[in-house]
């Protein structure tokens, strides 16, 4: 949600849909040079309580980033006065709405990679936490103990100007932006074909990667009757924009199916001269057509309006997935690895495809629904959400064995499904339904065992 695009007029006119209909095709990667970003996002809470870390203050969220641009020299970027964001050359730290904080991580080449990003990355975090006081960082879907009224936004315009505009939209749409976080994974395509394909599956295969790792069933201190409220919170947010779109997984989408379903979402704002400029009622086409307020389309416009579609799969200049709840430490490489081995493999592809292939859109719209509060009980038609999890992570195993990217212990990527393996699928139970099971056993509802729990 969090972006650092600042609109500039001196780019690209866009005087008609036309000039865009090449748009995704241009960042189109050669085979063999595939590459992966990620996105972790994390709460900042105080130690002893779980309650989030205010934005302001001498324990606090800016407070944390302040010390992390001292300590490992990134460079802070601040608005209004504030630290919002931090950038070391193509690594970001980032602030969502309610002060989750974000690691976007510089693409690599493969996923032992990205662990050491992880492992940098939660030092940081750990080392700065030591430094400032009593903070803990806790890896989940959902933000355990505080309220929504309790978290403090961030002081972004853009957050201000997207809490007004989503909450018309959506009932829990400041609980989305607040309350929630999330394990995104950024890939590459080759081309058209390959970009669609990549994205009809994911957006197939979302629900039953949801069910795997559901994970924000306990929010104001006690279990709230789901496995995943994060993604019933989504579905209460802006159906225009967000979730599981029924068109864009239908077998014959385009690039310009997914362009017109773009220019027709209802934009929330341009920036001009760093000035945040609200538009109301205006889609991406309308804009077009006639302007607004004096103001013309650029395709800076346009990449900024992308950032405000929020679909469990969507196109920026890479494919993004992000309909999973935010894991535990140790399961986080989980998620990127059960993607990765499937969507860079052929032969994983065709074998997903045929899996999900049988099922109608529809039954895949309602399954998205039904897994919020069955996980991987759901069911798809006939099948068990857990038997078709544990045929597609043997799937994805093969193409991450077939992608041969080891480690200095000569390991491919398939360790990192190990613990989805062993601790979900070979169980049956969702992280959520564990993290239920020990508050009512084991941690007696005691709050500092949750905390270390899901502490990184």
């Known amino acids: 949600m969090s972006t650092f695009l600042q609109t ?196 197939a295969l979302t629900p039953i990667a949801a069910a795997m790792f559901a994970n924000s069933s306990f929010s104001h201190g006690k279990a709230n009757g789901f496995l995943s409220e994060r993604l019933n919170i989504w579905r209460f947010t802006d159906r225009e924009r967000c979730g599981l779109i029924l068109k864009l997984i239908c077998e014959h989408c385009t690039f310009d199916d997914y362009l017109q379903f773009i220019l027709d979402t209802s934009m929330m704002f341009i920036v001009r001269n760093q000035e945040w400029i609200v538009t109301r009622d205006l889609t991406f086409r309308q804009f077009i057509e006639r302007g607004y307020r004096g103001h013309q389309p650029t395709e800076s416009d346009f990449e900024l309006h992308l950032s405000t579609i929020f679909t469990d799969a969507r196109f920026k200049q890479y494919l993004e997935i992000r309909g999973m709840d935010g894991q535990r430490s140790h399961l986080i490489l989980s998620v990127y690895a059960f993607w990765k081995g499937i969507l860079y493999n052929d032969e994983a592809k065709r074998l997903a495809k045929h899996l999900i292939g049988r099922f109608e859109e529809r039954d895949i719209y309602k399954l998205h629904a039904d897994v919020e509060r069955l996980g991987l009980k759901a069911r798809l038609k006939k099948m068990q959400v857990l038997d078709l999890a544990r045929t597609l992570v043997r799937i994805s195993e093969r193409g991450l064995k077939e992608q041969r990217c080891f480690n200095e212990a000569e390991q491919d990527e398939s360790i990192y499904l190990v613990p989805l393996k062993e601790e979900i699928l070979k169980k049956g139970e969702t992280p959520a339904e564990q993290l239920i099971t020990l508050w009512n056993g084991s941690f007696r509802k005691d709050r500092r065992a949750l905390i270390d729990y899901l502490e990184i």
């Open 8 to 203: 500039d007029p001196a780019t690209r006119r866009i005087e008609s849909p036309n000039d865009l209909r090449g748009y995704f095709q241009r960042f189109a990667k050669p085979r063999g040079v595939e590459r992966v970003g990620i996105e972790c996002e994390l709460f900042g809470v105080h130690k002893e309580t779980g309650e989030a870390l205010p934005y302001v203050g001498p324990l606090s969220i800016e407070a944390v980033l302040n010390e992390l641009a001292y300590e490992f020299g990134y460079e802070p970027i601040q608005e209004q006065g504030h630290t919002i964001a931090l950038r070391k050359g193509s690594t970001f730290i980032s602030l969502e709405p309610g002060g989750q904080i974000e690691l976007s991580a510089e693409p690599v080449d493969h996923l032992h990679q990205t662990k050491a990003q992880l492992e940098e990355f939660f030092f940081q975090l750990r080392t700065v936490a030591h430094l400032l006081g009593p903070i803990s960082w806790l890896a989940s879907g959902i933000q355990p103990f505080s309220s929504l009224a309790d978290i403090h936004w961030v002081p972004k315009r853009r957050y201000e100007i997207m809490a007004r505009y989503l909450i018309r939209k959506g009932k829990k749409a400041h609980d989305m932006m607040k309350r929630t976080a999330t394990n995104q994974i950024n890939l590459d395509y080759h081309d058209e074909e390959d970009a669609i394909e990549k994205m009809r599956l994911s957006l």
